[in-house]
């Protein structure tokens, strides 16, 4: 049997499909923990929950001659901080699994935190700092889940691009208010 070709017969796919229907997409040759899969989704989507949040108080909350551009990118960020916890709590279910939202327990499970910001510099940079922590957050993630579940490796993949654009977008912000980092010598 070369590399390319599947390990089970068809007759043996078929017959399992029928007798496992009440696992829906999760299917016997699921390399990961589901267990572990789960727990670990569901910190996930505690993390984007939390980011949502703080980025909707920052988008109400953000005053000043500059506000309006930046509560702009705030909402924009709390939208698609959103979206990334639609598509994990949708990857939870796919694997049998049962979201968490109890926001009872978000500070627990959360890797970020929720820190509002004294002022506008102050909420970018608890922004980026957020930001910065989920990049890192969803490498390892990325790493975990390698050939073991190609499906929720992908989707961090995705989450992952765009958790560092936000933090570039906040580094932006950060050096437009603070002026240029210095250039490493």
Known sequence: MS???????????????????????????????????????????????????????HYVAAQGIDSEAIKAEFLEHANEEQAHADRIAERINQLGGKANFDPSTFATR???????????????????????????????????FGEKDPSTRRMLEDILAQEEEHANDMHDLLVAHEGAPPLDS
């Not at 999760?26 to 984007?48: H, I, M, R």
Request: proline residues 1%; glycine residues 4%.
């Open 3 to 57: 590399k390319s070709e599947p390990t089970s017969s068809v007759a043996d796919l078929r017959a399992r499909a029928r007798e496992h229907l009440k696992d829906g997409a999760l299917t016997s040759n699921y390399g990961g923990d589901v267990t572990t899969t789960l727990k670990l989704l569901n910190d996930a989507l505690a993390t984007e929950l939390t980011c949502v949040l703080r980025y909707r108080f």
């Open 110 to 144: 959360s890797v970020t935190e929720y820190r509002e910001g004294k002022n506008l510099v102050d909420m970018i940079k608890e922004d980026l700092v957020a930001e910065r922590i989920a990049v890192q957050h969803y490498r390892d993630l990325v790493r975990h």
